[in-house]
C-alpha cells in the first residue's frame, strides 16, 4: 500500500500549498476521491470551499467545472440539451457543465428540489439521460458540492435521497491566527492556486480507486460498521437513521484511510474517525431532539461510546 500511501501524499501536500492548516479536511476530500465517491462541504463563506475543489482538479489535471446553483436554475442548465440542427435536421446533444471530471456544485441548495433531482443519476450512476438518450460521464468523477448553513433565506433544503448520495461531509471552519497569517501573505500577490501544479495523472488516481478495494476489512471491523449505523436506526432521539449506504460509506472511506497511513487493513480507529464524515449527514433528528438542540454529531459520539470496539488480530492470513 506504499504506492498509494506515496500517490495521495503528493496530492495533499500540494492542495496544502493553498488550503493552509487544514489537514484532515483535505485527506476526508482525497479519501472521497480515493472510494469514487461525492464529497458536501458544509460551511460559512470565504472559508475556502471553491478552492478546495479547483486545488483538487489542478492536482490530478482533471477536467473542471463549476456550476452555480440559483433559484431559476432548470435541470437542463446542469444535465445539458438537444437543439434540433436545421443543416442535419437532426437533433444534437449539447452537453451541460456536469460533463465534467470534477464538477463543483457551488450552493447547491439555493435550487429548487426539481434541478437539484438532475444530479442524482449523475452521481449514483455516472450517467446522464436527456430526450430518453443515456450519456456516460467521463472517468474519474466526482461531485463537491457546497452550501452555506447560516444563510436559510432563499434556499431549498436538500431532501434525503440527495444527502444520501455524499460520501462525506465535512467542514472547513475558520483558520487558527498563524495560518490566516500565512493566508495574508501567500495571497499578497496573487493567489497560490493559479500556480499549482499537476503532481499526478488522473489514470494513476483509476488505478488506486481499484486498489484501495482489495484493503482488508476483517469481519469484527465489519460487525463494527453495521453495528454503528444500525444503532442510528434505534435511536430514541433519530426520525430517520442511516441507510446501508451509510454502512458501504463506512466501509470504502476506512479502506481508503488505511491506505494513506500505508496499511493493507482496516483498524477500529480508521472507523472511529470517519464516523462522523460519512454519517452525520444521513441522521436525521426528530423534533424533540431539535428542541433540545442536540446535533447528529452528538448522537454518533454517544453510539461510539457504547457500541463495543472490536480486537483480535486484524490483519489479513497471509
Known sequence: MTEIQTFTEKIINNIEKVIVGKR???ELAVISLLCQGHLLIEDV???GKTVL?????????????????????LPSDVTGVSIYNQVSTQFEFRPGPIMAQIVLSD?????TPKTQAALLEAMEEHQITV???????????????????????GTFPLPEAQLDRFLVRLTLGYPEIKDEINILERQQFQHPVNDLQQVAPADELMKAQEAIKSIYVAPGIKRYIVELTHQTRQHVEVYLGASPRGSLALFRTGQARAAIQGRDYVLPDDIKALVRPALSHRVILGPAARLRDLGADQI?????GKVPVPGGDLKANT
Do not use: W
Not at 490530478?60 to 433559484?71: A, E, H, K, N, V
Not at 430526450?131 to 433565506?153: C, K, S
Not at 454518533?300 to 461510539?304: A, G, K, R
Open 24 to 26: 484532515n479536511s483535505v
Open 45 to 47: 463563506p470565504g472559508v
Open 53 to 73: 475543489a479547483r486545488s483538487l482538479a489542478k492536482s490530478l489535471g482533471c477536467d473542471f467545472s463549476r456550476i452555480q446553483f440559483t433559484p431559476d436554475m
Open 107 to 111: 450552493e447547491i441548495n439555493r435550487a
Open 131 to 153: 430526450d430518453g438518450v443515456t450519456h456516460a460521464l467521463p472517468r474519474p468523477f466526482m461531485v463537491l458540492a457546497t452550501q452555506n448553513p447560516i444563510e436559510y433565506e
Open 300 to 304: 454518533l459520539d454517544e453510539i461510539l
